[in-house]
């Protein structure tokens, strides 16, 4: 079984910065993508960054810029570096693995618990 667990996150005012960490636990042969996600109230979950581990990441528009998604596939770990925070980056966010846990091919996507990033005005 996997599991993501996440830290980081809190309180900021905005134009402050945060860093988030998640790292995967248990039987991984191989890590597709890793990402980050976000879901404000009321409001439909969202791709924040994803990393392809190879190539580009892709971003969400309103954070271009801003955000900064990395990962340590030896370390099973992604990150992501905020900063200019703004108010509108209030939201739960959650990391996602998408892993290969027996080397068959079969990949399935995990989901961290989520952490609250909240950043005042």
């Known amino acids: 079984q996997v599991q993501l667990v996440e830290s980081g996150g809190g309180l900021v005012q905005a134009g402050g910065s945060l860093g988030l960490s998640c790292v995967a636990s248990?039987?991984?042969?191989?890590?597709?993508?890793t990402g980050w996600y976000r879901q404000a109230p009321g409001k439909q979950r969202e791709m924040v960054a994803v990393?392809?581990?190879?190539?580009?990441?892709n971003y969400n528009d309103s954070v271009k810029g801003r955000f900064t998604i990395s990962r340590d596939n030896a370390e099973k770990t992604v990150y992501l570096q905020m900063h200019s925070l703004k108010p509108e980056d209030t939201a739960v966010y959650y990391c996602?693995?998408?892993?290969?846990?027996?080397?068959?091919?079969?990949?399935?996507?995990?989901w961290g618990q989520g952490t609250q990033v909240t950043v005042s005005s």
């Open positions: 996602n693995f998408v892993i290969d846990q027996r080397g068959t091919g079969a990949y399935v996507a995990y």
């Open positions: 990393s392809y581990g190879g190539g580009f990441p």
């Open positions: 248990g039987r991984i042969s191989s890590i597709k993508t």
